[in-house]
């Protein structure tokens, strides 16, 4: 699909290096970006631990000594 779109100077000199560098053009690289980013599979369900409580995925384990941290600022 074709569409025009205003960049700032930066973002397109950042964005065109990138898609040079990946051996593919502006607008596949600008594609790949928005679909990794916002696209469909980045929404998730709430998933829930055997108790019932939410778990929520920060992308690391967390440390028993960050969660005593969080629960004595409340």
């Known amino acids: 699909m074709r569409t025009t779109i ?3 100077p930066d973002a397109h000199r950042l964005a065109k290096a990138v898609a040079q ?3 593919m ?13 916002f696209g469909p599979e980045r929404i998730v369900e709430p ?4 108790l019932g409580i939410l778990a929520i995925r920060v992308g690391r384990p967390v440390t028993a000594e960050e ?8």
Request: charged fraction near 35%; aromatic fraction near 6%.
């Open 6 to 8: 205003d960049l700032t």
């Open 21 to 23: 560098k990946c051996d």
């Open 25 to 37: 053009t502006l607008g596949q690289i600008l594609s790949k970006v928005v679909l990794e980013r």
């Open 47 to 50: 998933q829930f631990t055997d």
């Open 67 to 74: 969660i005593k941290a969080l629960d004595d600022e409340w």
